[in-house]
C-alpha cells in the first residue's frame, strides 16, 4: 500500500527528523544484521474461488512445464492436495480466518487439523508441504480487529500440534500480513501500526524462534487505484519522475520504498535481521482503468527482473525477499467484487491455463496448459432477429451468476455496444450452465451460434469440461500416495 503520514520525533525540525531516523534505522540494521544471502525464487498463488475450474492435475502440469517450483494455497482443499501429490513443488497450505478462533481456544481442534491438512499427505511420494499459513492479511485495517487476538494462541497450538506429528523441523508457520499493518510517511520511519504492535511483537519473535520468515502482500497497484495522486510511474519498475528521496536513499519504485518501510518496522521492534517473503504481488489486467494487459506485463515481468537481479533494497542491499509469489496463477470469476471487479483478473493465466501476455519468470517465455478439457466450441449470443426491447431483466439475471466485470467501464468489453453487451452477459451464462440449451433460450432472445463472437480483446470464453466428472483417469501417477490417504481417512475416522 502507498506510504501513510505519521509524526515521529516532532521536537526535531523535519530535516533532523529525517536524518535522524534513517540513522537510527541504519544503527539498528547494522547491530541486528543476519540476514543470509539467498537467490529468490518466484512463485504463484493459486486460488480456486472459480467459476471454471480446470483440473488439479492439469493445473500442476502447467505449473510443472513452466518450472514453477513453489506455490502458495489459500485452503487445504483435498482435490488441489491430491493433485500436488508427487509432484515435488514446494506448497504453502492456509487456513482461513474465520478457524482461527477455534484452533486458538482448543489444542484438540489444532491436533486435528494437522492431522487432516498436513500429516495425511506428508508421506512418501506425497506433497511437499513446508509452511503453513495462519490466516489471510489478518490484522487488515478493515477487518476492525477481529481476528488479531486469535493469532499468537493459533500459532502457539499449532506449533504444538506440529510437534506432535514430528513435523515443526520440516513445516513452518507463517502469518501472510497486509501492507497497511506498518505505515510512514518515508520507508525509514517505518513503523507498525501502534495498536498491532504488542501483537506483532509476540508473533515475530515466535516466528524468528522457529525459523520461520515475515510474510507481507505488495500491491502498488491498489496504491495507485486507490488514490488519484500517486504517481504512475511509480508503482512500476522502469524508471520514475516522482522518486522518493530519504537521507542518503532514493527509492524508484513503490515496491522498494514499501518493502523498506516493513524492514525498518521490523528493526524498531529487534527483528532487523528478520528474512522475508513476498506473499502476493501482481497486477489485474480487466475490470478497472489501469488494469490492462499491457500494464500487467510490464509490472509483472519489471518485478521479476528486479527481484532476480538480486539487487535487494536500500536497507538490504543485494538481500532480495526469500521468495516471491506472483498474485495470482489463474483469473477466478466467482471472487467477490466488493474491493473492485479487477478482483476477478489477477492471473497470469485466464481460467483455461492460456497465458494472457508474454512474461518470463526466469525459465523462458509462458507455456500455457495441455490437455484442457473444453466445452464444444459454439457461443450464445443475442438474436439478431428479435427485438431486445425487453431483455434488460435477462442480463441481469444471467450477470448475477456468471461473471460479467469485464463489461463495466475499465473492462476490455466496455465498448462493444448495446448488443456486444447482451450477447456477452447471454454467452457467460450459457457457458456457466455448461452450454445446457435451455440456457440460452432468454424467452427467445438467445441463439446458439458457431462463429467466435469474441471482438479485439474482448474475449468470448468457451467453458471447460467438469472436472470432477473426469478425472478418474488421471490418477495414473498418483495411485499409491492417494490410496494411503483413503486409508489415513479410514483410520482417522
Known amino acids: 500500500m502507498g506510504f501513510k503520514k505519521m509524526a515521529l520525533i516532532t521536537h526535531l525540525p523535519k530535516q533532523e527528523q529525517t536524518l535522524f531516523s534513517f540513522l537510527a534505522v541504519s544503527v539498528l540494521l547494522f547491530l541486528c544484521w543476519g540476514v543470509i544471502k539467498v537467490e529468490s525464487g518466484i512463485g504463484v498463488n493459486w486460488g480456486t474461488i472459480s467459476l471454471h475450474k480446470m483440473s488439479p492435475f492439469t493445473v500442476v502440469n502447467l505449473l510443472k512445464q513452466n518450472k514453477i517450483q513453489k506455490v502458495k494455497l489459500f485452503d487445504a482443499d483435498p482435490d488441489v492436495m491430491k493433485g500436488l501429490m508427487g509432484s515435488g513443488l514446494e506448497v504453502m497450505v492456509g487456513i482461513p480466518n474465520d478457524m482461527l478462533a477455534g484452533l486458538s481456544s482448543s489444542t484438540s481442534a489444532a491436533d486435528l487439523w494437522v492431522a487432516q491438512n498436513v500429516s495425511r499427505y506428508m508421506v512418501k511420494g506425497g506433497v511437499n508441504i513446508k509452511y503453513v499459513a495462519v490466516g489471510n492479511e489478518p490484522f487488515l485495517t478493515s477487518y476492525s480487529g477481529q481476528y488479531q487476538s486469535y493469532v499468537v494462541p493459533a500459532m502457539t497450538n499449532l506449533l504444538q500440534s506440529l510437534a506432535k506429528a514430528n513435523l515443526a523441523r520440516n513445516v513452518k508457520l507463517v502469518v501472510p500480513c497486509n501492507a497497511d499493518a506498518y505505515e510512514s510517511s518515508l520507508p525509514s520511519q517505518g513503523t507498525f501500526r501502534p495498536e498491532l504492535t504488542p501483537i506483532i511483537t509476540q508473533m515475530v519473535s515466535l516466528l524468528n524462534s522457529n525459523g520461520s520468515p515475515f510474510v507481507v ?6 496504491s495507485l487505484y ?63 482503468l489501469g488494469a490492462n494487459l499491457t500494464a500487467a506485463r510490464v509490472f509483472n515481468q519489471g518485478l521479476v527482473n528486479h527481484v532476480l537481479s538480486n539487487k535487494g533494497t536500500p536497507l538490504r542491499p543485494q538481500v532480495p525477499p526469500m521468495d516471491v509469489y506472483l498474485f495470482s496463477l489463474l483469473d477466478e470469476g466467482a471472487k467477490s467484487v466488493l474491493p473492485g471487479n479487477f478482483e476477478r483478473h489477477w492471473g497470469i493465466f485466464s481460467f483455461d491455463g492460456q497465458s494472457k501476455y ?4 526466469g525459465n523462458g517465455l509462458l507455456k ?11 457461443w450464445c449470443i443475442a438474436n439478431p432477429l428479435k427485438d431486445l426491447a425487453e431483455v434488460t431483466n435477462h442480463v441481469r439475471l444471467a450477470c448475477s451468476y456468471a461473471d460479467c ?4 467501464y475499465g473492462g476490455s468489453c466496455n465498448e462493444i455496444g448495446a448488443k456486444g453487451n447482451i450477447s456477452y452477459a447471454f454467452n457467460s451464462y450459457y457457458q456457466l450452465q455448461k452450454q445446457n440449451p435451455r440456457s440460452c433460450d432468454f424467452d427467445g432472445l438467445g441463439m446458439v451460434t458457431f462463429l467466435n463472437p469474441s471482438i479485439g480483446e474482448c474475449r468470448f470464453l468457451v467453458g471447460v469440461s467438469d472436472y470432477a466428472s473426469s478425472s478418474g483417469f488421471r490418477l495414473q501417477n498418483s495411485w499409491i500416495p492417494v490410496l494411503l490417504i483413503l486409508l489415513w481417512d479410514a483410520w482417522l475416522f
Not at 522502469?238 to 519504485?253: Q, R, S
Not at 513503490?254 to 528478520?274: E, P, V
Open 368 to 378: 500455457n496448459a495441455k490437455h484442457v478439457e473444453y466445452l464444444p466450441y459454439r
Open 405 to 408: 466485470t469485464t463489461l463495466n
Open 226 to 288: 486507490g488514490n488519484s495522486d500517486f504517481p504512475q510511474d511509480y508503482a512500476f519498475f522502469e524508471g520514475t519522475t516522482h522518486a522518493v528521496t530519504d537521507g542518503p536513499n532514493v527509492y524508484y519504485n513503490a515496491f522498494d520504498g514499501n518493502l523498506d518501510t516493513l524492514i525498518a518496522a521490523l528493526a524498531k521492534i529487534g527483528y532487523g535481521q528478520m528474512p522475508i517473503v513476498i506473499g502476493e504481488v501482481g497486477w489485474p489486467t480487466d475490470g478497472a
Open 358 to 361: 508474454p512474461l518470463n519468470l
Open 217 to 222: 502482500n505488495i500491491y502498488p497497484f491498489l
